[in-house]
C-alpha cells in the first residue's frame, strides 16, 4: 500500500522546527519565502539546503541572481512569516536592508546566512536548493530577547508556554 500524503505530513508535522525567510532578488524586486525545510548541510564547506516548493516565485529570483539569504525568525515576527507564507507576500512593510550581492536582508531576526547558489536537484514536488554560505550575521535585535519562532504540528510555537 502507498503511504497517504496527508498521514506522511501529519506525522512529519511532529518534527519541531525553527521558521525562517529564505530571500532573494531579481530584476530590481525582492523576494521572500517563508521555509521550515533549512538544514545545515556542511561545515566544510559550509552548505545549507533548502527545498522549495515547484513554482515558487522566490526560486526564480535565487535561480535568477544566485544567491539568496536565510533570515532566523525570533518569536515576534509571526506575522512576517505569514506575509511570506503568501506568494503576494511583498517587502512593502517589512524593514530590512539589501547586502551588497543583493540579498534582503530582514531587520530584527535572529541572524542571517548569506549563500551563493552551488545547485538545484529534482526533489519530487520540490527543488532541493543547496547554498554555499559566503556571509553570516548575527542577531540585528536592540534587545537581548533570543526566543526564536517555532512550528510545530501545523502551528507556531515559542520557547513560552503560548
Ligand atoms: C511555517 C511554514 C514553513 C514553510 N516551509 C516551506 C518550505 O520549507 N518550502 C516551501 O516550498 N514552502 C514552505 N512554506 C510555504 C511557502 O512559504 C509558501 O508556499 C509561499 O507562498 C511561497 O512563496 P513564493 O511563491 O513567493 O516563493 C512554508 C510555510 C509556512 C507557514
Redesign the pocket.
Known amino acids: 500500500m502507498p503511504v497517504d500524503p496527508l498521514e506522511y505530513r501529519q506525522i512529519f508535522g511532529g518534527f519541531a522546527t525553527g521558521?525562517t525567510v529564505v530571500t532573494a532578488s531579481h530584476a530590481g524586486v525582492s523576494?521572500?519565502?517563508?521555509?521550515?525545510?533549512?538544514t545545515s548541510l556542511s561545515l566544510e564547506p559550509c552548505l545549507l539546503l533548502?527545498?522549495?516548493?515547484r513554482?515558487?516565485?522566490?526560486?526564480i529570483a535565487v535561480k535568477e541572481a544566485g544567491w539568496f539569504g536565510v533570515n532566523i525568525l525570533h518569536a515576534d515576527q509571526e506575522d512576517i512569516?505569514n506575509t511570506?507564507?503568501?506568494?503576494t507576500?511583498t517587502f512593502d512593510e517589512v524593514a530590512h536592508t539589501v547586502d551588497p550581492h543583493g540579498v534582503p536582508i530582514l531587520d530584527g531576526s535572529l541572524g542571517h546566512i548569506v549563500c551563493r547558489l552551488s545547485s538545484v536537484t529534482d526533489g519530487g514536488d520540490?527543488e532541493i536548493v543547496v547554498g554555499e554560505v559566503v556571509d553570516t550575521g548575527p542577531s540585528t535585535r536592540a534587545d537581548t530577547d533570543d526566543s526564536p519562532l517555532l512550528?510545530f504540528r501545523g502551528k507556531y510555537r515559542s520557547m513560552e508556554t503560548r
Open positions: 521558521v523576494y521572500g519565502m517563508t521555509a521550515n525545510s533549512v533548502v527545498c522549495f516548493i513554482g515558487s516565485q522566490t526560486l512569516s511570506f507564507a503568501r506568494t507576500g520540490h512550528f
